[in-house]
């Protein structure tokens, strides 16, 4: 059985920096990578990055580019998300997840999602 815990979510002024960490126990049978996305109150679940396995590539949405960095800490085995420059419409539940799929930005190519983290930006 697999669990993602994600950590790190705080509220935080506009402009501000967090960092995020997705961390794991057990192993996926299809394990491509892990994904970040966000959710905000009444609206979908929306994709902001992943990074893949396999070279290690990384993959933005148009809103997390140049702002936000994936990164994997081999160290700690956790796959991280720094946020810098963050704006009130950062403001969303963070979560993570384990790719299994072959889309990157679509929710049905991920699995054993997280609870989630809570992150607030006020302006």
């Known amino acids: 059985q697999v669990q993602i815990v994600e950590s790190g979510g705080g509220l935080v002024q506009a402009g501000g920096s967090l960092r995020l960490s997705c961390a794991e126990s057990?192993?996926?049978?299809?394990?491509?990578?892990r994904g970040w996305f966000r959710q905000a109150p009444g609206k979908e679940r929306e994709f902001v990055a992943t990074?893949?396995?396999?070279?290690?590539?990384?993959y933005y949405s148009d809103s997390a580019k140049g702002r936000f960095t994936i990164s994997y800490d081999n160290a700690k085995n956790t796959v991280n998300l720094q946020m810098t420059h963050l704006k009130p419409e950062d403001t969303a539940a963070y979560y993570c997840?384990?790719?299994?799929?072959?889309?990157?930005?679509?929710?049905?190519?991920?699995?054993?999602w997280g609870q989630g983290t809570q992150v607030t930006v006020s302006s």
């Open positions: 057990g192993r996926a049978t299809s394990d491509y990578g």
């Open positions: 997840a384990v790719r299994t799929g072959f889309y990157v930005t679509n929710t049905t190519s991920y699995n054993y």
């Open positions: 990074i893949t396995w396999s070279g290690g590539s990384t």
